[in-house]
C-alpha cells in the first residue's frame, strides 16, 4: 500500500463501526432472524430425509436441488437487482420462502398420507436407480412425499439466487465505507450465531414436539424479516441498460475474470468448500458412527458455527490482519485438516472439535473475500458480481453435499471426508502458484488505491 494510503493507527479502530448506522442494525436483525429460521430448517430437512430413506444419495440430492436453481438464475438475478429495487426483490423472496416452509409444515404433518399419483410414482422410480446406481441396496426407502420435499427445495433454490443476489447488492450502502469490512465481519458473526442457535434448538425441538413445529418455526422467521427490512432506505445506483441485452447478462462474469484477486479468492473457496464439505454427512456420522442421535447431530451442526463466532469476534475486535491474503491461505489449509481429523474421528467431542475449527478457519476465509468483492465492485455492478459470487459460492456448499454423498454412497463416509480434506489442501497449493497475487494482499482497507491496485502491499 502507497504511503498516502496507509490506514489510521489501530488505537482508532472500532469494532462497532457498522453498528453506528441505523439502517444496517435493521439489515443485521432482520438478516439474523431470517438466518435462525434458514438453519432450522436446513437441520429439519437433513434429518427427516435421511431418518426416511437412510440413504446417503437422498442427502447429496438435497444439495443438487439447491444448487440447480443458482446455477441456473443467478446471472439473471445479478441482472435483476441491478435493475429493479433491491429492498423489493428481498420483501419478494421472503414472502415465497415463508410459503415453501408453510409447504414442509404441511408435509411433514401428512407425509405417509400422499397418495401415489403417476408423477410422483415414476419421480420414486427414479429415486431408487439412482440409489442404485451408486451402490445402495435394499436398506434404502422412498415415498411419495420425498419428491415433493425436493420440489420445495427448488423453490427455496429460487429464492435464494434472488434474495442472496439482493443482499450482497444491499448492504454496502448500508455502512460507510470506512465500516465495510467491519459489517461483513459482523455479518459473518450473526449468521454464524444462528448456525449455533438454529440447529441446536432444531434438533431439541425435533426430538422433543416433532418436525412440523421447526418447519413453522422458519415460516415464522421469514415473515418476521419483513418487519426489519421494510424501514431500510438504502441508495442505489441503477445499471444503465446497454444495446445488446448479452453485454449485460455476462458482464459480472466479465468483471470476475479480470480482477485475479476476486477470481482466486472465489476459486479458493469454491473448491475448498466443494471438496471439504462433511456438513452434508453429519445425520450419516451421528446416526452410524457417533451414535448421537438428534440432539447430537444438532449439536454437530452447531459446531463450525461455533468456531466461526469466536473467530468473527476476534476479528471484529482486534485490528484488521497486516496480511490478510497469506491468512487466508493458512486458514483454508487449516480448514483441510481439521476435516481430515472429523474423518477419521470416532469420537464425538474430537469430532466436535474438529468441526470446530473448521467453523474457525473459514470464517477467516469469508471475510477476505466477500470484503474485497464489495471494495472492488462498483455499485452499479454489484448485483451482477453478487451473482457470480453466489454461483460459485452458494452452489458449492450443495454441490460439496451432492459430491459428498455420492461418494459417501461409492467409498463410505471416511474415505468421502478424509479424500475431501486432503483435496483442500492440494487446492491451496494449486491457487498460490497460479495467481502469486493473493500472497501480496494486505490490510483489508476500503481506501481507493486498492480499487485501482487491487492488491495492497
Same mark, same amino acid.
Given at each position: 500500500?502507497?504511503?498516502?494510503?496507509?490506514?489510521?493507527?489501530?488505537?482508532?479502530?472500532?469494532?462497532?463501526?457498522?453498528?453506528?448506522?441505523?439502517?444496517?442494525?435493521?439489515?443485521?436483525?432482520?438478516?439474523?432472524?431470517?438466518?435462525?429460521?434458514?438453519?432450522?430448517?436446513?437441520?429439519?430437512?437433513?434429518?427427516?430425509?435421511?431418518?426416511?430413506?437412510?440413504?446417503?444419495?437422498?442427502?447429496?440430492?438435497?444439495?443438487?436441488?439447491?444448487?440447480?436453481?443458482?446455477?441456473?438464475?443467478?446471472?439473471?438475478?445479478?441482472?435483476?437487482?441491478?435493475?429493479?429495487?433491491?429492498?423489493?426483490?428481498?420483501?419478494?423472496?421472503?414472502?415465497?420462502?415463508?410459503?415453501?416452509?408453510?409447504?414442509?409444515?404441511?408435509?411433514?404433518?401428512?407425509?405417509?398420507?400422499?397418495?401415489?399419483? @403417476?408423477?410422483?410414482?415414476?419421480?420414486?422410480?427414479?429415486?431408487?436407480?439412482?440409489?442404485?446406481?451408486?451402490?445402495?441396496?435394499?436398506?434404502?426407502?422412498?415415498?411419495?412425499?420425498?419428491?415433493?420435499?425436493?420440489?420445495?427445495?427448488?423453490?427455496?433454490?429460487?429464492?435464494?439466487?434472488?434474495?442472496?443476489?439482493?443482499?450482497?447488492?444491499?448492504?454496502?450502502?448500508?455502512?460507510?465505507?470506512?465500516?465495510?469490512?467491519?459489517?461483513?465481519?459482523?455479518?459473518?458473526?450473526?449468521?454464524?450465531?444462528?448456525?449455533?442457535?438454529?440447529?441446536?434448538?432444531?434438533?431439541?425441538?425435533?426430538?422433543?414436539?416433532?418436525?412440523?413445529?421447526?418447519?413453522?418455526?422458519?415460516?415464522?422467521?421469514?415473515?418476521?424479516?419483513?418487519?426489519?427490512?421494510?424501514?431500510?432506505?438504502?441508495?442505489?445506483?441503477?445499471?444503465?441498460?446497454?444495446?445488446?441485452?448479452?453485454?449485460?447478462?455476462?458482464?459480472?462474469?466479465?468483471?470476475?475474470?479480470?480482477?485475479?484477486?476476486?477470481?482466486?479468492?472465489?476459486?479458493?473457496?469454491?473448491?475448498?468448500?466443494?471438496?471439504?464439505?462433511?456438513?452434508?454427512?453429519? @445425520?450419516?456420522?451421528?446416526?452410524?458412527?457417533?451414535?448421537?442421535?438428534?440432539?447430537?447431530?444438532?449439536?454437530?451442526?452447531?459446531?463450525?458455527?461455533?468456531?466461526?463466532?469466536?473467530?468473527?469476534?476476534?476479528?471484529?475486535?482486534? @485490528?484488521?490482519?497486516?496480511?490478510?491474503?497469506?491468512?487466508?491461505?493458512?486458514?483454508?489449509?487449516?480448514?483441510?485438516?481439521?476435516?481430515?481429523?472429523?474423518?477419521?474421528?470416532?469420537?464425538?467431542?474430537?469430532?466436535?472439535?474438529?468441526?470446530?475449527?473448521?467453523?474457525?478457519?473459514?470464517?477467516?476465509?469469508?471475510?477476505?473475500?466477500?470484503?474485497?468483492?464489495?471494495?472492488?465492485?462498483?455499485?452499479?455492478?454489484?448485483?451482477?458480481?453478487?451473482?457470480?459470487?453466489?454461483?460459485?459460492?452458494?452452489?458449492?456448499?450443495?454441490?460439496?453435499?451432492?459430491?459428498?454423498?455420492?461418494?459417501?454412497?461409492?467409498?463410505?463416509?471416511?474415505?468421502?471426508?478424509?479424500?475431501?480434506?486432503?483435496?483442500?489442501?492440494?487446492?491451496?497449493?494449486?491457487?498460490?502458484?497460479?495467481?502469486?497475487?493473493?500472497?501480496?494482499?494486505?490490510?483489508?482497507?476500503?481506501?481507493?488505491?486498492?480499487?485501482?491496485?487491487?492488491?495492497?502491499?
Amino acid at each position: 500500500m502507497s504511503a498516502e494510503a496507509k490506514p489510521a493507527p489501530d488505537a482508532a479502530h472500532d469494532p462497532y463501526a457498522a453498528f453506528r448506522a441505523p439502517n444496517y442494525r435493521w439489515y443485521a436483525v432482520g438478516n439474523l432472524v431470517s438466518s435462525f429460521g434458514r438453519q432450522v430448517l436446513g437441520m429439519a430437512i437433513g434429518y427427516e430425509i435421511y431418518q426416511r430413506t437412510h440413504s446417503a444419495t437422498a442427502l447429496g440430492l438435497v444439495g443438487l436441488m439447491g444448487a440447480l436453481p443458482i446455477v441456473l438464475l443467478s446471472i439473471p438475478a445479478g441482472l435483476a437487482v441491478d435493475r429493479w429495487n433491491r429492498k423489493t426483490i428481498i420483501i419478494l423472496t421472503q414472502l415465497v420462502t415463508m410459503l415453501a416452509s408453510v409447504g414442509f409444515t404441511v408435509l411433514a404433518i401428512e407425509h405417509l398420507a400422499v397418495p401415489e399419483t @403417476p408423477l410422483l410414482a415414476w419421480a420414486v422410480r427414479g429415486l431408487y436407480r439412482q440409489a442404485a446406481w451408486w451402490g445402495e441396496g435394499s436398506w434404502v426407502s422412498f415415498d411419495p412425499a420425498v419428491p415433493l420435499m425436493y420440489a420445495l427445495l427448488l423453490v427455496n433454490g429460487v429464492t435464494r439466487a434472488f434474495g442472496w443476489a439482493a443482499r450482497g447488492a444491499l448492504f454496502p450502502n448500508l455502512v460507510p465505507r470506512a465500516a465495510l469490512s467491519n459489517a461483513v465481519m459482523w455479518n459473518a458473526s450473526n449468521f454464524e450465531l444462528t448456525c449455533i442457535v438454529g440447529p441446536a434448538l432444531g434438533g431439541f425441538l425435533i426430538a422433543t414436539f416433532g418436525l412440523p413445529l421447526a418447519y413453522g418455526i422458519d415460516a415464522a422467521c421469514a415473515f418476521a424479516c419483513l418487519a426489519f427490512v421494510l424501514p431500510i432506505h438504502a441508495p442505489q445506483e441503477i445499471a444503465k441498460a446497454h444495446a445488446h441485452p448479452l453485454q449485460d447478462l455476462f458482464s459480472g462474469l466479465h468483471f470476475v475474470r479480470q480482477s485475479k484477486v476476486i477470481l482466486a479468492t472465489i476459486t479458493l473457496d469454491l473448491f475448498a468448500v466443494l471438496l471439504g464439505g462433511a456438513v452434508a454427512l453429519l @445425520p450419516l456420522f451421528a446416526d452410524e458412527i457417533l451414535h448421537v442421535g438428534a440432539v447430537g447431530l444438532g449439536w454437530l451442526k452447531a459446531a463450525p458455527s461455533i468456531g466461526a463466532v469466536l473467530m468473527a469476534l476476534a476479528l471484529a475486535h482486534f @485490528p484488521p490482519m497486516r496480511q490478510a491474503g497469506k491468512a487466508l491461505l493458512y486458514a483454508v489449509v487449516g480448514f483441510g485438516l481439521a476435516t481430515i481429523v472429523f474423518g477419521f474421528s470416532q469420537n464425538f467431542l474430537l469430532s466436535f472439535a474438529a468441526l470446530f475449527f473448521t467453523g474457525a478457519f473459514d470464517n477467516v476465509s469469508v471475510v477476505v473475500r466477500h470484503t474485497l468483492v464489495q471494495v472492488l465492485t462498483p455499485d452499479a455492478m454489484r448485483g451482477r458480481v453478487s451473482a457470480v459470487n453466489n454461483i460459485f459460492i452458494g452452489t458449492s456448499n450443495e454441490l460439496g453435499a451432492l459430491e459428498s454423498g455420492l461418494t459417501a454412497a461409492l467409498f463410505g463416509p471416511v474415505i468421502s471426508v478424509v479424500g475431501g480434506g486432503i483435496g483442500t489442501i492440494l487446492v491451496v497449493l494449486a491457487t498460490a502458484w497460479k495467481w502469486p497475487e493473493i500472497r501480496r494482499i494486505g490490510r483489508l482497507q476500503p481506501v481507493e488505491s486498492v480499487g485501482e491496485r487491487e492488491t495492497t502491499d
